[in-house]
C-alpha cells in the first residue's frame, strides 16, 4: 500500500520515490520510516521544489527525509 502511495502525479516524483521505496525504505529506521510516510502526506508541488531545491520545507522531519532521498540519488 505504501508503495502506491509513492506513486506521484509527477513522473520526476516517481523517478525518487518509487525506487526509494523499492531499494531503500526497509533499511530505515522507524522513526525515518515515519518521516518518509509523513512525507508523503505532502503535495506534489511542495516535495518538486524540495527535491529541486528550490526550497526547504519548514519541518525538520521532512527536510531529513528530503535529505536522505536526495543523499541517495546524488552521493557526495
Known sequence: R????????????????????????RDLDAED?????????CEDNDM???FMQRSRPADPDLQRMVDI????VQPD
Open 2 to 25: 505504501l508503495w502506491w502511495h509513492s506513486r506521484r502525479g509527477m513522473l520526476e516524483l516517481d523517478n525518487l520515490l518509487i525506487p526509494f521505496m523499492e531499494e531503500a525504505f
Open 33 to 41: 520510516q515515519a518521516r518518509y510516510k509523513k512525507l508523503l502526506t
Open 48 to 50: 518538486f521544489e524540495w
Open 69 to 72: 532521498i536526495l543523499k541517495r
